[in-house]
């Protein structure tokens, strides 16, 4: 596994790396103004949004909300118009709701009305940066839109925000995180590292985050989420991932009441989102009955 899975967002090209030297000089030579540099790239997704654009299938249709100031994009499949339980599913940082469209075809083909979501700065939906906070607020704003939902799933730091917003009081009766994410202290250590930012950094980053967002990066630790989640929670995360430490799932499980791990080999960060079995484990979950999760497994490869 990297010892810097960070490098996989934003020291992977070399554009990324000549940002990284100038953000090194504007560092040193005006700490405030490297600050600034320093979270304006972090809060930017790479790939850009439009790397992630593709056509959509039919039956799936794209739409819009307006969300603090710009605009969210949504898709959902016009061919079910009865009423159905509506599970909302979101991708990670750098990703978009279409990397969700298997998972989703296999939930209508359940009996589920599956939503897709692009985050701000992400696929479809406007603007050109996000935040991890940002990301929770969206799932409030589809929940009000769409009512009470029967089920999250969610990727990489997207799911990570879920259980914040489930924590939060986000109405949804349970939730399938599929290889979240690094609390963000972490994250923010490991991105000044991998531009070989001056130490103290992450730090004034950090305070420059919760004040802006309002919000402490505490409440995105095991230890905050699980005294305050407590729907059936289902964690998939492959052991070799280079992108979401598996140890940081491990922790997250160990912390949530109803939580329950299952660990896959050779899907990586990505794969998981196209494969059958990890959808019939989803599936198995959003299915089951009663408040504890669901204790399926996975045939590890």
Known sequence: MSTNPAAAFYAGSGAARTVGAALRLLDRLAPTWGTRGALRLFFTPMPWKFAMRSPLPRPWMAERWAFEGTSLAWYRRDDIADERPVVLLVHGWGGSGAQMLALGDRLAAAGFDPVLLDFPGHGRSGAWRSTLPQFARALFAAAARLGPLHGVVAHSLGA??????????????????????????????????????????????????????????????????????????????????????????????????????????????????????????????????????????????
């Open 160 to 301: 990570l925000a879920a259980t914040h917003a489930a924590a939060r009081g986000l109405p949804v009766e349970r939730l399938a995180l599929l290889a979240p994410s690094a609390p963000p202290a972490a994250f923010l250590e490991w991105f000044a590292h991998s531009f070989g930012l001056a130490q103290g950094l992450a730090a004034r980053m950090r305070a420059q985050i919760e004040r802006r967002e309002g919000v402490g990066l505490a409440e995105f630790e095991p230890a905050w989420l699980g005294a305050r989640v407590t729907q059936p929670v289902l964690v998939l995360h492959d052991e070799g991932d280079r992108v979401a430490p598996h140890a940081a799932s491990v922790r997250l499980a160990a912390s949530l009441p109803a939580g329950h791990l299952v660990s896959t080999r050779g899907l990586g960060h990505r794969r998981l989102l196209d494969d059958a079995q990890v959808a019939a484990g989803v599936l198995e979950h959003l299915q089951a009955d009663g408040r504890g999760a669901a204790p399926m497994a996975l045939p590890q490869r």
